[in-house]
């Protein structure tokens, strides 16, 4: 049993496109984070988020705690743009652990 | 620059070698993270320790030993590692040990186990 789906897993566009990664997940969470890996292995926290929407930049994350789902976009996406993006949260059931299951990812390459 | 600096970047061992990651945080926070990311696995959490006490250890096998001697510090032992440990190895950080606070990364070391 997956705690935490992403879609799509793979993801290619052209450089300007809008972009929407989405994640899914079974069990009720307090909070929900966006993390952006880059080819290095680096990892970015980009949002944590416990309901409605947080905008940074080019990136916007929405959540719907009801539906137990996120979206994380980016507008006018640009080549540097083109990292892992994870969705993580305390997804475990059982309760009581604070720590984060990790989504698989979305590889999102965007091409000039 | 994250503030979490992990040592070495890259490791190559054997299988009956032991060896040591290292983690420190300039950034003040009361909880350290180390996660285990394998090739084209999620990333999976192994030990947190806040305010220098383990409080979580996920089934990791004792070939893995955390060590934590202040909260600026994190250390992974290991010893008699299996080839199927190669990984990524992330160190993380955050104010206090709780899904509402945000993690920062160190940049992971790469750990390939002959």
């Known amino acids: 049993k997956n705690e935490v789906e992403q879609s799509p897993q793979n993801l290619t566009a052209q450089e300007g496109e809008f972009i929407t990664i989405n994640c899914s997940y079974s069990v009720g969470i307090s909070a929900l984070h966006w993390l952006q890996q880059h080819p290095g292995g680096g990892i970015v926290s980009l949002f944590m988020?416990?309901?409605g929407k947080k905008k940074h930049g080019r990136l916007i994350a929405t959540i719907n705690i009801q539906e137990k789902h996120s979206s994380l976009h980016i507008t006018a996406s640009h080549p540097r743009d083109s990292a892992v993006y994870i969705c993580a949260g305390p997804f475990k059931s059982g309760g009581g652990a604070d720590g984060l299951t990790f989504g698989k990812g979305t590889h999102l390459i965007i091409q000039p | 620059e994250t503030g979490v600096t992990q040592t070495p970047r890259h490791l190559v061992m054997g299988m009956t070698n032991k060896k040591s990651l290292k983690c420190e945080q300039h950034?003040?926070?009361?909880?350290m993270y180390w996660y285990k990311q394998s090739a084209k696995k999620p990333l999976e959490l192994m030990f947190v320790y806040s305010l220098e006490e383990r409080v979580e250890n996920n089934s990791v096998p004792s070939r893995f030993s955390p060590e934590c001697p202040n909260s600026s510090h994190l250390f992974l032992h290991l010893h008699t590692l299996q080839p199927e440990d190669s990984a990524l190895y992330l160190c993380?950080?955050?104010?206090?040990?709780?899904?509402?606070?945000?993690?920062?990364f160190g940049p992971g070391t790469r750990l390939t186990v002959l």
């Open positions: 993380a950080s955050s104010q206090y040990y709780s899904s509402y606070n945000e993690q920062f």
């Open positions: 950034l003040g926070h009361n909880a």
């Open positions: 988020l416990s309901s």
